[in-house]
């Protein structure tokens, strides 16, 4: 959904505030004010305070008495609980999809890989972001479980991408490791696709959790690392 297409008020300060968090445009820590967000979408408080509540329920806003709104912080604990989820249910709906895809369509993610890569090269963050997300959810709207699908795009919607590194080893890395997805999926192997899958999302969780916290951290897969 795009601010043009949003039905209220309500969820077009969702999706505007939402944009500028995951785009940088709001920083990490600092502070919203209501009258000031209301000002920026020619709105009154009501649906601010409304749009808020979304946000903080996503994890992408954190409220304190008497200290107000702020663009959340990053909590490992919660980062670490968001890679468990998106590993599990993601691995899942990309396996189903290997074996509901048709040739014609696969012609449509490598459009869609085509359209990330060419926003990685450009250096646009948001679109970058907004690339990832449709190449990623063109497998898992396929899945034919759509309360699953929804329950990722939940999740999906609170992991801070706004974060993820800009270094041009990942954003190779990165390359690879989508190709490598679509090509299982040509293959119709399921276990593969989700196997590729499983990799990019755990080497995606571990860069992010160490440059937020400047410490080695242990993929919650590996049980032996306990």
């Known amino acids: 959904m795009d601010l043009e297409s949003a039905s209220t008020k ?3 300060i969702v999706l505007g505030l939402r944009r500028k968090i995951l785009g940088r445009e709001l920083e990490r820590g600092e502070r919203l004010r209501q009258d000031q967000v209301a000002e920026w979408f020619s709105a009154s408080i009501t649906p601010v305070r409304e749009a808020l509540r979304i946000l903080e329920s996503e994890g992408l806003v954190s409220s304190e008495a008497h200290r107000g709104v702020r663009v959340a912080g990053v909590d490992v604990d919660r980062l670490r609980s968001l890679f468990i989820t998106r590993k599990l249910t993601e691995t899942f709906a990309i396996a189903r999809a290997t074996t509901r895809i048709s040739r014609h369509e696969l012609r449509q ?37 759509p309360a699953l699908r929804d329950d990722i795009a939940t999740r999906w919607r609170a992991f801070p991408w706004d974060l993820t590194l800009d270094s041009s080893d990942r954003l190779n890395e990165v390359h690879s490791e989508h190709q490598a997805i679509v090509d299982a999926v040509k293959r119709l192997d399921p276990d ?34 306990d």
């Open 10 to 12: 309500r969820d077009m």
């Open 192 to 225: 593969a696709a989700a196997d590729h899958l499983g990799d990019h999302i755990t080497n995606g969780f571990l860069r992010l959790a160490e440059s937020t916290t400047d410490e080695p951290i242990a993929d919650p897969f590996d049980f032996d690392a």
């Open 109 to 145: 993610a490598e459009r869609l890989l085509d359209a990330l890569d060419t926003a990685s090269e450009e250096g646009d963050a948001m679109a970058r972001n907004t690339r990832n997300e449709e190449f990623h959810f063109f497998f898992y709207d396929r899945c034919g479980l």
